[in-house]
């Protein structure tokens, strides 16, 4: 299986600050990776897949950017519904799951 | 309204057989794969398999193959997943989604609100 690492675990932030998730391959994934927000009790919802698309209906202060093994989720601006976990997943054998991160209230 | 609906909450004891579902509306079913997703309770998400029910192509993550069925009924629209033989080890909420084809691999742009799943004696 391909392993997917996030970092950080959690983090503790304000609305309005710039969030950056960030999530590693354990091989070249190309750009087979799509990030997930989960919200307590719910689903999780798609944010970007194909490393940088913007799903249809997501705010446009979501970003994704990366390729091979290294890929990066940005918040530009963090609103109170942004507080969730948020999930990397890799397609491009088996699909597998990043650990998740926190995003918390500071 | 696109959407999947899976079926209720279930409390079961452990050995016994279960068979949840999901069913798809408002797009053509028979058109994407639908797969499962366990989330066991405070933890990540976890893949267990895909069926195309057009076809009734089914393939499993290597950690959940031979420890569940996936079938569908393309008839009514509806993908299943059964246990023979259920384990503690099996309580956690589960997840169908419906799998987007790219390229070799696939996202998941529809989710059910999950089915929680009981096991205790």
């Known amino acids: 299986d391909i392993q997917m690492t996030q970092s950080p675990s959690s983090l503790s932030t304000s609305v309005g600050d710039r969030v950056t998730i960030t999530c590693r391959a354990s091989q070249n994934i190309s750009r087979y990776l799509n990030w997930y927000q989960q919200k307590p009790g719910r689903a999780p919802n798609l944010l970007i897949y194909?490393?940088?698309s913007l799903q249809t209906g997501v705010p446009s202060r979501f970003s994704g950017s990366g390729s091979g093994t290294d890929f990066t989720l940005t918040i530009s601006s963090l609103q109170p519904e942004d507080f969730a976990t948020y999930y990397c997943?890799?397609?491009?054998?088996?699909?597998?799951f990043g650990q998740g991160t926190k995003v918390e209230i500071k | 309204e696109v959407q999947l609906v899976q079926s209720g909450a279930e409390v079961k004891k452990p050995g016994e057989s279960l068979k949840i579902s999901c069913k798809g509306s408002g797009y053509s079913f028979i058109s994407y794969w639908i797969g499962w997703v366990r989330q066991m309770p405070g933890k990540g998400l976890e893949w267990m398999g895909i069926?195309?029910?057009?076809?009734?192509?089914?393939r499993y993550s290597p950690s959940f193959q031979g420890q569940v069925t996936i079938s569908a009924d393309k008839s009514i629209s509806t993908a299943y997943l059964q246990w023979s033989s259920l384990k503690a080890s099996d309580n956690a909420m589960y997840y169908c989604?419906?799998?987007?084809?790219w390229g070799i691999g696939w996202y998941f742009d529809l989710w059910g609100r999950g089915t929680l799943v009981t096991v205790s004696s």
């Open positions: 997943q890799q397609s491009y054998s088996t699909p597998t």
């Open positions: 989604a419906r799998h987007v084809t």
């Open positions: 069926i195309y029910p057009g076809d009734s192509d089914t």
């Open positions: 194909a490393a940088s």
